[in-house]
Nanobody
Framework: QVQLVESVGGSVQAGGSLRLSCAAS????????MGWFRQAPGKEREGVAA???????SYVDVVKGRFIISKDNAKNTLYLQMDSLKPEDTAMYYC?????????????????????WGQGTQVTVSS
């Protein structure tokens, strides 16, 4: 059974930093594209960053230069380092993974086959 469990998010002031983690179990973590998404109240879920099995990454423009996605295959854990946070980064953050291994990463990646999803973790940035 595949499980993705995000760490607790948090509340920070604008300009601050947070690191999210997502612990994966039940599948071969290293073989799948994975990513972070977020959803603010009243808005659609959007992709934030993604990483493929070879470590190639993709970011939505509004977070480029501020967020870094990474993974530790030995720990089956996905990370999102968020720096220079802004109030508009406030949202529920979700990690997600493809259901099919070996797929390539592309701009605007969305997990295939419905994807596997974590339960979400809240990030709040105050001005």
């Amino acid at each position: 059974q595949v499980q993705l469990v995000e760490s607790v998010g948090g509340s920070v002031q604008a300009g601050g930093s947070l690191r999210l983690s997502c612990a994966a179990s039940g599948y071969t973590f290293s073989s799948y594209c994975m990513g972070w998404f977020r959803q603010a109240p009243g808005k659609e879920r959007e992709g934030v960053a993604a990483i493929d099995s070879d470590g190639r990454t993709s970011y939505v423009d509004v977070v480029k230069g501020r967020f870094i996605i990474s993974k530790d295959n030995a720990k089956n854990t996905l990370y999102l380092q968020m720096d220079s946070l802004k109030p508009e980064d406030t949202a529920m953050y979700y990690c997600a993974a493809d259901v099919t291994p070996g797929l390539g990463l592309y701009s605007g990646w969305w997990p295939d086959g419905g994807g596997y999803w974590g339960q979400g973790t809240q990030v709040t940035v105050s001005s």
